[in-house]
């Protein structure tokens, strides 16, 4: 099936805000099997998305749009796409009744008038529901089968109509026996892409006829195995065999896959030992205790912490000690661990971690230039500590050094050791 | 001057890659005055690319694209558009010369045969020259002044592109007594989007020919005034002008402009007072303290916290009565209250903020729903507390708690206290 997409918006348009929805809605089409052959950005005015949506109708026949079903004047999808379908729009009682109701429970107020408009729908419109916000999707169709589905623009409402109504939609449509894109990723940290295509040897550029892609982000380094032009069941198989092969080389440094959450698999591996931790954060100013603490159920082995900006925080809610201080500053050994083993005991867990560095962009020195960080881990009072310099501008220097920090944590809990890691077993 | 852009690759159709070139050249091109009316994203095949830029070229004659220079065989745009405007493909010699220049300087290579190609150019164009990457631009036009430039698509290359040659090149076209694109930002917090147009009555929809859009975030809802088709001068005044009508309306709400970020605010704001801050944290985790440090120089307002996930840490770090606890639950007032006047006195900070909440998806009940936090302020002794039900999920729950604490600072902070807050002075 052979898709195109329309995202409405002069935000979009003037580049104040990035399209994420195109993307998104990409990625999930293509694991169905659905192409998308166009995509285009339109502004807020129903000339300008009537012009777009008729030329994708007409190209494609089949057209998804975001954006446009809010509640305020500038929101003009839903009458520009039914003047194209030959429709009018008519108020939906029923939606109605469902936005008072919404209103009501979540705000504990009656339903404001510009919201009416969400109601409004063309004739001949499936309603797409959206358990996730206020504006109800719209699937349209002509007698010729061409159809447009009009989805919010909020990104979480959009995903969240997606995966409800328009995913199932599309997959009876297109039935199960066609060629996929089907995609795996591999997740790597403290390692560099050259350094991984050097490993990886002559698997670097593809395998087997999957592509390789090599995606750096701040969590590490992404590796994306594709395969193209295979059937499902016989994609999974391909990429479940090049999996296997890149594991062989570079499995060292791979701690997930997918979406997978460094924070999460920790926490995982911390409740399977039965062991709590606390963190004592500088640079990172609370950042770690919000990466775990993102994730649900995260209390059952995380604490807390303390946040020790200041020098006179560390001294005194973690005893580091003033000599190590001033003899060698903030961002040295001696202070990593002592934040570490500072925390663990005050909080009474079997991890502590410390975190301490020069964040940027001021405060670098020749010996400490910024970047610079230490991280400690004390687990059951083994204290273990690494210096390293971590690249790019404030904020993500600090979030790789608490990933620095979790991927310690990693190696530690790695069953083969390899000399560098030590074994933490369940009480 | 009316533009049209489109994106070429494969990887942006897929959803692999999120489409930054496009709303970086928006921005750019709208402060100059350039309109840009449509966008379209196509894939790699010439055909895709041909078809695309013939009809960008035939609504609007004047189009920018992005990717396809490479140096491999899924590098079609040159030719494809080549053939728009009748041209061929030849091989530039001195554009061979320079690139085993660059590949001798920075690899200590020569030229790998693969990017030969990239010396390829239609007969005709314009080079338009890379002092960021291998691939120069083209441009080309036909003899109606119909044009198209043809960018890299790596993003830092096309970047420099942009600034170096093709931003003066139109700058030169379009002159400077044309009309322009500007818009000004104004932040609001603490209200939802439908009660904002409520009170800005006939404004809500536009003003004095500019126009007003609603952008909800988990920072709140930022209302964007446009000037479209003014000269600079003009479309400043007008902006100026609306601006004021606005904060009129609806200034009670409005915490800042463009990209002002509350935490930086208010650390700004402790500063003038000289008066420090340490946060409480329960269901953010360390997320405020994160934002706070975010901050460069942060360290001169904000001093640390704690971190009390767990129900012992409030008790034995911040002083929380178990008996509040057992009373009312950790989502409730005094035990908000506890936190903040505990983390102000351990700390020895002037201000205090405790924060404690349900940010689910786990854990709501009828009385406290998933989104219930207690936000409470201690300054100087003065202790405030305030409930919210917030809505999103657990990330956007635990983002608007913080948002929620800081904009209860400032409205502390705020001249007009309006009854609600109280005034903080410097000592």
Known sequence: MNLEIVTIGDELLLGFTIDTNAAHLARELAALGARIVRRSTCGDDAAAIADAVQAALDRTGAVITTGGLGPTADDQSKPAIAALFGQQMVLDESIVAALEQRWLTRFGQPLPPSNRQQAMVPTGATILGNRHGSAPGIWLEDARGRWVAMLPGVPREMRGMLADTLIPRLRDRIGTGGTVIRSRTLRTCS???SALADRLGELAGGIDGLSLAYLPGNDGVDLRLTSWSLPAREAERALDAAAVRVREKVGRWIYGEGDDDLAALMLAECAAREATVAVAESCTGGGLGARFTAVPGSSRSFMGGVIAYHNDVKVRELGVPTEALDAQGAVS???????????RQRFGTRIGIGITGI??????TPDKPVGTVWVATDIDG?????????PGDRNEIRFRAGQLALDRLRRTFARDADGDGWT????
Chains 1, 2 share one sequence.
Not at 424 to 427: E, G, H, I, W
């Open 191 to 193: 390692i560099a892409e």
């Open 333 to 343: 050994e001696p202070v990593a661990r002592a934040m570490a083993a500072g925390v």
């Open 359 to 364: 964040a940027g962009p001021d405060g670098g």
């Open 382 to 390: 083994d204290v273990r500590a690494v210096r390293a310099v971590l």
């Open 424 to 427: 933490v077993r369940a009480p």
